[in-house]
Every structure is written in C-alpha cells, then in structure tokens.
C-alpha cells in the first residue's frame, strides 16, 4: 500500500511541444526540458492533451518521447495514450513499453461512449499488457464517458492500475478515491489544486505549472508540511494566471507565456489557434506581477 500510495507525488507537468515551421521543434523541446528538470516538479507527462498528441503521429509522438527521455535524467517521465481501437491502442503500448516510463496516463476512449463494464474491460487488458503501472485519465468532457466512482474503485483492484489524473469534477467521488487510498489521486483541474491536496491526494498534473513551477512546487510542500497559510497565499498569487490559463483553447495561452519567455515559438497545429490579443495582454500583466512572487519570503 505504501509503494501504491508514494508511487506519484507531487506537480507534474503535461509538457508542451514546441513547433516551428509546422514541424516538431526538438531543439526547443530538449531547451524546454532542460529548463524544468530542475524546477523542483516531481516528473512530466509526454503527449497528453497539452503536448497536442492528436495532432502528432505516431512517428512523431514517439520521437518527441524519445527526446524527452533522453533529456530528462533522473527525472520520471510519464506517457499519453489515448485511442477508441483497443488493438491499436495495445500495439502503441508494446512500443511505448519498451522505454523506461514511470507510467502511462490513459484516458477513456472517446467518441463511442462505452458502458462502465466496457470501460472496466478496456483498461484492464491495458493494464495486463503494460511494462508500466497505469494512471487513469477521467476526463468525461473530452471523452464523452465519465468513469463512475464504482468503476475506478472496481479498477483499483489491478495490481497495474496505481493513479488517477482526476478533471472528473464530482468532489464525493474524489474524495472517495482519496479515503480509499489505492490509487493515487492527482488533481487535474488546476482550480482544484488546493482543494485536493488538502483532502489527501498525492499531487497534481497540471498544465499551468508551466510558468512559476518552482511556486506550484512548494505549494505542495506547504501542504504536505501542514503549512496551509502558506499553500493558501501561494495559491491564491497562482489563480490570476491559472484562470486566464483557460480563458481560451489550452494550450494556446502557456505557449503564449513560454514564447514570452524565449523558450520557443507560439505555433500550435491546426485546429488549435493562438490566443487572442486582449488574453496577450492579460496575461502579460499577471505574468509580470507572478514574477515578483517569492515562494521562500511566503
């Protein structure tokens, strides 16, 4: 249980990938990891929704973890997978498993909105198959299907099943899963950072942690230290920029941010878009005044 519980801890980060020209930007990419291998984040997650993986194809999406893994070091490195064929889903995970991942977060297949006995299924002939401990991905307006709290608490059972990405958005049922303690719980909402850090759970995949990471970090910290005055004040600098994070079509707005930065280009793949002007602007100013913030001075 312990092995269980401490096996994901802390923020990770759904990492952006960087494009120039309409291709792949490794150069970025290797900058990008590189820059957040010593931000104090726990791991990052290659090709979820904020990496744009359905714009990627396979050789892509491969290179682009290969690039990471290769630029990470000693820290985890978590894959996407997502898919509606379960034969084509099982051989991308026989690919995928040949590299050292320290797991693989699977949502529930979209568009065809199976039944949750079906989903039970789906995830357990992943999970029986995988080289790497599976992190479920509940996400119901993405994929159509919510996972109810029966079916995940069902899924716990599997050895191979260790964590939850959790943007289901029903409290009892997180809450559930916390108090259960089988799975670890990891915040996917980034509203909802705070809130389940202090009902238990183990951490967070958040795509905001893109900008201040260091700030996202040791609000988990303050939390698992029982400083909650501190989480508090840290949470509450963080959630100007969080809003205005998806405002519009993530991950348009953190591209924004890191072009801002000079770590790369703010290109996306159609049909993702870039921001606005207005959000531009916004999100300037709240990046300026986050610039100041002092985690240590908190």
Known sequence: MQETKYLYRGIWLPLVTPFRNGEVDYVALRQLVSHYR??????????????????????????VLDTVLTEAGDLPVMMGLAGNNLRHVLSRLATIGERPLAGVLVPAPYYIRPS??????????????????????????????????????????????????????????????????????????????????????????LASAHIRPDLFSALWRAVADQRLHVARDLFHALMPMIR??????????????LAGYGLMSDELRLPMTPISTELARQLAIVREALDLVEADAL
């Open 244 to 257: 205005l994070m998806f405002a519009e079509p993530n991950p348009g707005p953190v591209k924004a941010l």
């Open 38 to 63: 010593c931000s104090g984040l726990t791991g990052l997650v290659v090709c979820g929704t904020t990496g744009e993986a359905a714009a990627l194809d396979e050789t892509e999406q491969l290179a």
């Open 116 to 205: 949750q006995e079906g989903l039970k299924a789906y995830f357990r002939a992943l999970a029986d198959r995988s080289q790497a401990p599976l992190v479920l991905y509940d996400i119901p307006y993405r994929t159509g299907v919510t996972l109810s709290a029966e079916t995940l608490l069902s899924l716990a059972d599997h050895g191979n099943i260790r964590g939850i990405k959790d943007c289901g958005g029903n409290a009892e049922t997180t809450r559930a899963l916390i108090a259960d303690g089988r799975l670890a719980v990891l915040a996917g909402e980034d509203q909802q950072l705070l809130a389940t850090l202090c009902m238990g759970g183990q951490g967070a995949i």
